[in-house]
């Protein structure tokens, strides 16, 4: 047993890490859905000189990639390795109350994710 809040709240620290949500039930490994702060992102990729017209081009840039890998990998020191996120997507759009992905408290609606990014999360298994 993995509590996903316990992951999600040492994630979410990294100031480019806007909103994570994590995926281990029934499970080899835990994996996460993370959307980055946009903002910290792209001065990141300024500064770093990646050059990008959109917010989306950068999830899938291999230095951005491997920015997020280090950091999560960073901030995980304190877990356990079963605990510790092995995979991870970068999502373009935030979890929200309009597109149904948060409650009216803005706790994530885990099965309505799950359900939305079923493709994704399979692709990280």
């Given at each position: 047993?993995?509590?996903?809040?316990?992951?999600?709240?040492?994630?979410g620290?990294?100031?480019?890490?806007?909103?994570?949500?994590?995926?281990?039930?029934?499970?080899?490994?835990?994996?996460?859905?993370?959307?980055?702060?946009?903002?910290?992102?792209?001065?990141?990729?300024?500064?770093?000189?990646?050059?990008?017209?959109?917010?989306?081009?950068?999830?899938?840039?291999?230095?951005?990639?491997?920015?997020?890998?280090?950091?999560?990998?960073?901030?995980?020191?304190?877990?356990?390795?079963?605990?510790?996120?092995?995979q991870?997507?970068?999502?373009?759009?935030?979890?929200?109350?309009?597109?149904?992905?948060?409650?009216?408290?803005?706790?994530?609606?885990?099965?309505?994710?799950?359900?939305?990014?079923?493709?994704?999360?399979?692709?990280?298994?």
């Amino acid at each position: 047993y993995i509590s996903p809040q316990k992951i999600e709240t040492l994630l979410g620290q990294d100031p480019l890490i806007e909103q994570v949500v994590t995926i281990g039930d029934n499970r080899k490994y835990v994996a996460a859905l993370v959307v980055p702060a946009t903002e910290a992102l792209q001065v990141f990729a300024r500064e770093n000189g990646i050059s990008f017209n959109e917010t989306a081009e950068l999830l899938e840039n291999e230095q951005v990639l491997a920015l997020y890998k280090s950091r999560i990998d960073d901030l995980q020191n304190v877990l356990a390795e079963h605990e510790k996120v092995k995979q991870f997507a970068l999502l373009n759009k935030p979890f929200s109350i309009e597109n149904n992905t948060l409650t009216s408290t803005l706790k994530t609606k885990r099965r309505v994710i799950y359900k939305l990014y079923d493709d994704l999360i399979e692709g990280l298994y």
